[in-house]
């Protein structure tokens, strides 16, 4: 079965507003569903992007470079038939699209 990695990401001009404590605990009680119900699709979590920088073979030149963890807040791989499949396993995690984020879905293509 194909793999595609989603990056959640945000969104153009979008802001996002942080959940209430007890709209976080609502939302994990959702995830907890959404995890059982798309087990067999999930190969890999993911997280949040952590402490990063640039492999080149020159030294990197100075200047104010965008973090991609400044646009990309985390990742998962899912298993789906396609992209579409893949995209609507993506839109129903609780939490990973919302007003100012969403989340691209790319093919993993493999030899």
Known sequence: MP????LQRKLPGGSAERPSPA???EMYAMFGAWQQ???KNLVDMGGRLGDGRVATADPVPDGPFV???ELVGGYMIVAATSLEEAIGI???CPGLVGPGSGVEVIELRTP
């Open 3 to 6: 793999k595609y990695l989603c």
């Open 37 to 39: 119900k798309f087990t």
């Open 67 to 69: 973090e991609i963890k």
């Open 90 to 92: 993506a839109r129903e």
């Open 23 to 25: 709209q976080m605990q």
